[in-house]
């Protein structure tokens, strides 16, 4: 089976959540799943139910428990590359048949990463590998080379109106 290169983008909600529920269709059908989550830490609802499938799904964070907003730190950023340098040894490798770079978008936006790197990610892929990208703000190019874009698109949400996020729907 070929493997193809899916970018989940765009500011609406739910590029996590489609990547994620790939990764349980994968699951059903006896795939090996790999989830590289970046400037993520902490033990969100989604983590605990993946830990249910331990021979199936492996989840490491890259992330140092705090949102990144305006310029990374340079232990933001160290902790990123190591990221990306896993996610690279777990992609060639080829032993998992998905492997989700989530918010490698985000990644890439603050610098982190480079559009350069991505690309060279998406080259080393071996055929049969899935790969996903998730993450507001992917570039031209990186949609460019991409098989498949979805754009989310945010027409409302409840979160204008002051909603906070609710454990089990949103984290």
Same mark, same amino acid.
Do not use: C, W
């Given at each position: 089976?070929?493997?193809?290169?899916?970018?989940?983008?765009?500011?609406?909600?739910?590029?996590?959540? +489609?990547?994620?529920?790939?990764?349980? &269709?994968?699951?059903?059908?006896?795939?090996?799943?790999?989830?590289?989550?970046?400037?993520? +830490?902490?033990?969100? +609802?989604?983590?605990?139910?993946?830990?249910?499938?331990?021979?199936?799904?492996?989840?490491?964070?890259?992330?140092?428990?705090?949102?990144? &907003?305006?310029?990374?730190?340079?232990?933001?950023?160290?902790?990123?590359?190591?990221?990306?340098?896993?996610?690279?040894?777990?992609?060639?490798?080829?032993?998992?048949?998905?492997?989700?770079?989530?918010?490698?978008?985000?990644?890439?936006?603050?610098?982190?990463?480079?559009?350069? +790197?991505?690309?060279?990610?998406?080259?080393?892929?071996?055929? $049969?590998?899935?790969?996903?990208?998730?993450?507001?703000?992917?570039?031209?190019?990186?949609?460019?080379?991409?098989?498949?874009?979805?754009?989310?698109?945010?027409?409302? $949400?409840?979160?204008?109106?002051?909603?906070?996020?609710?454990?089990?729907?949103?984290?």
């Amino acid at each position: 089976m070929e493997g193809y290169i899916q970018i989940y983008t765009g500011n609406g909600k739910g590029k996590t959540t +489609s990547a994620l529920g790939l990764a349980i &269709r994968a699951v059903g059908a006896g795939k090996k799943v790999f989830i590289g989550q970046f400037l993520k +830490s902490g033990k969100y +609802s989604e983590m605990k139910a993946l830990a249910r499938f331990p021979d199936q799904i492996t989840v490491e964070q890259f992330g140092l428990g705090k949102f990144v &907003r305006g310029k990374p730190s340079e232990d933001d950023k160290k902790a990123g590359i190591n990221g990306y340098k896993k996610i690279f040894e777990i992609l060639t490798q080829g032993a998992h048949d998905l492997v989700i770079m989530d918010e490698g978008n985000v990644a890439l936006y603050f610098g982190i990463i480079t559009e350069q +790197s991505l690309l060279d990610l998406f080259n080393a892929k071996p055929a $049969h590998v899935e790969l996903v990208v998730t993450g507001r703000g992917a570039t031209p190019a990186i949609m460019e080379r991409a098989d498949l874009v979805v754009e989310m698109k945010e027409i409302k $949400h409840y979160y204008q109106q002051g909603v906070k996020a609710r454990i089990g729907i949103e984290k």
